[in-house]
């Protein structure tokens, strides 16, 4: 057991002002295995306060400043790595095949961010006019339990970069995340209140956050439900926001396209992260003249993957995060059966191989059509749909018949006709033959899946303003 009772404001570690003591689970076994004491409103005002105390120097200081301070935070997460790395396994239930991924992903955004900013302009000329893209001011961030240390160290990372103070309540439910980024964020030695953690629920310090009048800017990242209850609370203040949120990502596998080959890495982009993915290709399209063979395909591909022990290097699919996540997961697995979906793998329960835990079989539907719950809702867990498509056209109708738009998956043994696709299908983000990121290219999404852009340069001006200066 271990316990997490402080948070960090104005340059220090804290106790909360709030009392509530909240349970840590190791989802791999569904046993309580520590307690953080959770901050409240008054803690998120006194972080706002210090942001805002801090704004006005830090946003005056240099880009060569600002760089500098970036590779210090890089440096510094980077040397906690295999802390990260542990606390995502025991906290998170992430398998060490994808965590180590995801750790080095924490100080990378650093890195990133320094890139950007030693090339960016922060000034341009428009007609008579002098543009100066100035930083918003205070920042509230809220991030999610699925990698929480690379969501914490990317939103700073941007702020920082623009000249902005932040304020960044990280879930209650990585609480051991948290504490080691935070420990390796002080270590850089950041002026006091340029950034501020303070872990609590979303409806006390989330709300107190975005509902502030000294708070600037918003950046969400989590379910379109609370990204709609944000954008009202920001609205009164006409707040900036980004806002990314959920998916329900189509891969397209068009009919050229060797199955064999496409069909695994299909399930590989439905599983991700053990299904917890905003961007899990959840929806497969596939043509109907090649229905039953890419169905025993599939069926032979998902009885390969090993789930289980999110320590073991074989393991691709660990845990959901809590009892509630595994709960959810196993009512849209009931709800396929029942509006007439086929199994074609996995189903309800826990995997033969396991006893304990919050485990999910690897499930695959197939005669999925794409009005049913399981292709309209994000489940978050490794829950795939197979869908049938007569041509490319119809491919591409149901591929953007969606209320989301975050990022889609295209697989063609013609890479001109994938990327004719692509340019039709409605997401922030579509990927070509591969799962592979771009740490430099905007992410984000269209329709409800999200507002604005992170990332690279777009990411960066995200926490900037423009000025015109006019002169005579």
Same mark, same amino acid.
Not at 20 to 42: C, I, K, M, S, W
Not at 145 to 168: P, R, S
Not at 357 to 383: C, H, K, L, Q, S
């Given at each position: 057991?271990?316990?997490?009772?402080?948070?960090?404001?104005?340059?220090a570690?804290?106790?909360?002002?709030?009392?509530?003591?909240?349970?840590?689970?190791?989802?791999?076994?569904?046993?309580?295995?520590?307690?953080?004491?959770?901050?409240?409103?008054?803690?998120?005002?006194?972080? &706002?306060?210090?942001?805002?105390?801090?704004?006005?120097?830090?946003?005056?200081?240099?880009?060569?400043?600002? &760089?500098?301070?970036?590779?210090?935070?890089?440096?510094?997460?980077?040397?906690?790595?295999? #802390?990260?790395?542990?606390?995502?396994?025991?906290?998170?239930?992430?398998? &060490?095949?994808?965590a180590?991924?995801?750790?080095?992903?924490?100080?990378?955004?650093?890195?990133?961010?320094? *890139?950007?900013?030693? !090339?960016?302009?922060?000034?341009?000329?428009?007609?008579?006019?002098?543009?100066?893209?100035?930083?918003?001011?205070? +920042?509230?961030?809220?991030t999610?339990?699925?990698?929480?240390?690379?969501?914490?160290?990317?939103?700073?990372?941007?702020?920082?970069?623009?000249?902005?103070?932040?304020?960044?309540?990280?879930?209650?439910?990585?609480?051991?995340?948290?504490?080691?980024?935070?420990? $390796?964020?002080?270590?850089?030695?950041?002026?006091?209140?340029?950034?501020?953690?303070?872990?609590?629920?979303?409806?006390?310090?989330?709300?107190?956050?975005?509902?502030?009048?000294?708070?600037?800017k918003?950046?969400?990242?989590?379910?379109?439900?609370?990204?709609?209850?944000?954008?009202?609370? $920001?609205?009164?203040?006409?707040?900036?926001?980004?806002?990314?949120?959920?998916?329900?990502?189509?891969?397209?596998?068009?009919? #050229?396209?060797?199955?064999?080959?496409?069909?695994?890495?299909?399930?590989?982009?439905?599983?991700?992260?053990s299904?917890?993915?905003?961007i899990?290709?959840?929806?497969?399209?596939?043509?109907?003249?090649?229905?039953?063979?890419?169905?025993?395909?599939?069926?032979?591909a998902?009885?390969?993957?090993?789930?289980?022990?999110p320590? *073991?290097?074989?393991?691709?699919?660990?845990?959901?995060?809590?009892?509630?996540?595994?709960?959810?997961?196993? !009512?849209?697995?009931?709800?396929?059966?029942e509006?007439?979906?086929?199994?074609l793998?996995?189903?309800?329960?826990?995997?033969?191989?396991?006893?304990?835990?919050?485990?999910?079989?690897?499930?695959?539907?197939?005669?999925?059509?794409?009005?049913?719950?399981?292709?309209?809702?994000?489940?978050?867990?490794?829950?795939?749909?197979?869908?049938?498509?007569?041509?490319?056209a119809?491919?591409?109708?149901?591929?953007?018949?969606?209320?989301?738009?975050?990022? +889609?998956?295209?697989?063609?043994?013609?890479?001109?006709?994938?990327?004719?696709?692509?340019?039709?299908?409605?997401a922030?983000?579509?990927?070509?033959?591969?799962l592979? !990121?771009?740490?430099k290219?905007?992410?984000?999404?269209?329709?409800?899946?999200?507002?604005?852009?992170?990332?690279?340069?777009?990411?960066?001006?995200?926490?900037?303003?423009?000025?015109?200066?006019?002169?005579?």
């Amino acid at each position: 057991m271990y316990a997490i009772n402080q948070i960090y404001i104005d340059g220090a570690f804290v106790t909360p002002h709030g009392q509530e003591l909240y349970d840590l689970h190791n989802p791999a076994t569904g046993e309580v295995n520590g307690q953080v004491r959770l901050a409240d409103a008054e803690d998120a005002r006194r972080a &706002v306060a210090a942001a805002k105390r801090a704004f006005p120097a830090f946003s005056r200081t240099s880009k060569a400043e600002r &760089v500098a301070l970036l590779r210090r935070l890089h440096d510094a997460v980077k040397a906690r790595e295999n #802390d990260i790395l542990e606390a995502l396994v025991e906290e998170y239930g992430a398998p &060490v095949s994808r965590a180590a991924w995801m750790a080095g992903h924490a100080s990378s955004v650093l890195a990133d961010a320094a *890139d950007v900013l030693e !090339h960016y302009a922060f000034e341009q000329q428009a007609g008579r006019a002098l543009v100066r893209m100035e930083p918003l001011g205070v +920042a509230g961030m809220i991030t999610p339990w699925n990698n929480d240390a690379g969501f914490i160290c990317g939103k700073l990372a941007a702020a920082i970069a623009a000249g902005c103070t932040a304020v960044i309540k990280p879930s209650e439910m990585s609480a051991r995340q948290t504490q080691v980024v935070t420990e $390796a964020l002080h270590e850089a030695g950041l002026p006091p209140g340029v950034f501020n953690i303070v872990t609590g629920r979303g409806e006390v310090v989330g709300e107190a956050i975005t509902t502030h009048p000294d708070v600037a800017k918003v950046s969400f990242t989590g379910s379109t439900a609370v990204g709609r209850a944000i954008l009202r609370n $920001a609205s009164e203040t006409f707040k900036r926001v980004t806002l990314e949120l959920g998916g329900k990502s189509p891969v397209v596998i068009l009919d #050229d396209a060797n199955l064999r080959e496409a069909i695994p890495m299909a399930l590989q982009a439905a599983y991700m992260n053990s299904g917890q993915a905003c961007i899990a290709g959840t929806r497969i399209l596939i043509p109907a003249s090649r229905k039953a063979e890419a169905e025993a395909i599939a069926r032979d591909a998902a009885a390969q993957i090993k789930v289980g022990d999110p320590r *073991d290097t074989e393991t691709a699919v660990g845990p959901m995060v809590s009892a509630k996540q595994w709960e959810r997961v196993q !009512h849209y697995i009931r709800i396929g059966q029942e509006e007439g979906a086929r199994l074609l793998a996995g189903g309800e329960g826990l995997p033969g191989s396991v006893q304990r835990g919050w485990f999910v079989r690897p499930t695959v539907f197939t005669d999925v059509r794409n009005d049913m719950t399981i292709a309209r809702e994000e489940i978050f867990g490794p829950v795939a749909s197979l869908i049938t498509y007569d041509d490319e056209a119809d491919a591409i109708a149901i591929a953007n018949d969606t209320p989301y738009g975050l990022q +889609a998956y295209v697989m063609s043994a013609d890479v001109p006709r994938a990327e004719r696709v692509a340019s039709q299908i409605t997401a922030g983000r579509v990927l070509i033959n591969t799962l592979s !990121h771009e740490p430099k290219a905007p992410f984000g999404g269209f329709k409800q899946s999200g507002i604005g852009r992170e990332n690279g340069r777009f990411g960066l001006e995200a926490f900037l303003e423009p000025k015109s200066i006019l002169m005579p």
